[in-house]
């Protein structure tokens, strides 16, 4: 091989190999915790990119959106963020829902600040588009007054804002109410032992379940039922001209931050004091190591009746068994019996 043709051969290896700077990127990109943070972040601006520009076509659109459409928005753009960050993070897409997970034992603490930040910068990063991309229809539409409350209002396009008919209290608890609904079907949908969506559906079910919640209860405090939904839009229109107005009508800012954390925590106590510890478990399965031998024996509760059917090896099917004998009291043995004599099995009714 001459040295021109080394030369080249060494010029295509160093081109194939990525510069240092783009290795420590792909290292730091790796980690656990940033990846969750960056899942926390993509997932909620698709979630709310979906569901503010819904309302936007509700605002400004005249005919074309409608309250449905919000739901709808709100609903299946939950969905789609699910598929983004459901494998890597979990999808939360929700402050209270971290803060239950967390405080239930379900994650750690030090994950919660990592998903909230990833939550907020996703949806303020939403209410940024949403604004560039509606700008000329919210000037049209407002005269180019940017207003928070009246005829012309659209902050009510980023954020929630209680209606005249609410007091500010019973916007509290209408969002406490909701949130814990909220929370109760989420650990419904998502627990293994009971009666969870089928796999691949969790996604969709969970879409259903905000269009459910917009359609039924979403009337008297738009059903904002997360801090990261609520917060960084409100403050984004802040910054974008509406003023310090969006803080100060009706002193309401602050309720959707701490009404759906209160809701979500009370709703996942009550699954799983009344529902998630009366699940019946599938029986416990003890094992007896004997050389290198696996005997397994099924521990069925005592209070679940038992039926032993003996069904005769006349039809063909071989299984290996192990059968108890008890020699002691309470203390059962275990022995192995050849697969060639009748099956027994143990049902539970």
Known sequence: ???????????????????????????????????????ELMSTYVMMV?????????????????????????????????????KVSGAHMNAAVTFASCALGRMAWKKFPVYVLGQFIGSFLAAATIYCLF???????????????????????????????????????????????????????????????????????????????????????????NPSRDLPPR?????AGWGTQVFRARNWWWVPLVAPILGAYLGGIIYLVLIGCNVPREPQILENHMGSEDHRIPVLPKAVPRQTEIASHNSGSVSPLTSVSVSPPNRPS????????????????
């Open 1 to 39: 091989m001459t040295q021109a043709d080394r030369k080249k051969r060494y010029s295509r290896s160093s081109k194939m190999m990525p510069p240092p700077m783009v290795m420590k990127v792909q290292k730091v990109l790796q980690r656990e915790m940033v990846r969750e943070f960056l899942a």
């Open 334 to 349: 275990v022995r192995s019996i050849p697969p060639l004599s009748d099956s027994i099995r143990i049902q539970q009714f």
């Open 235 to 239: 403050f984004f229109t802040f910054l």
């Open 135 to 225: 700008y000329s229809a919210i000037i049209d539409y407002s005269g180019g007054h940017l207003t928070v409350t009246g005829p012309i209002a659209t902050a009510n396009i980023f954020a929630t804002y209680l209606p005249d008919y609410m007091t500010l209290w019973g916007g509290f608890l209408d969002e406490v109410v909701v949130t814990g609904m909220l929370q109760l079907c989420l650990f419904a949908i998502t627990d293994n032992g009971n009666n969870p969506a089928l796999q691949g559906t969790e996604a969709l079910v969970i879409g259903i379940l905000i269009v459910v919640i917009g359609i039924s209860l979403g009337m008297n405090s738009g059903y904002a039922i």
């Open 50 to 86: 979906f569901g503010l520009g819904s309302v936007a076509h509700m605002v400004l659109g005249e005919k074309l959106g409608s309250y449905l459409g919000v739901n709808l928005g709100f609903g299946f753009g939950v969905t789609m963020g699910v598929h983004v960050a459901g």
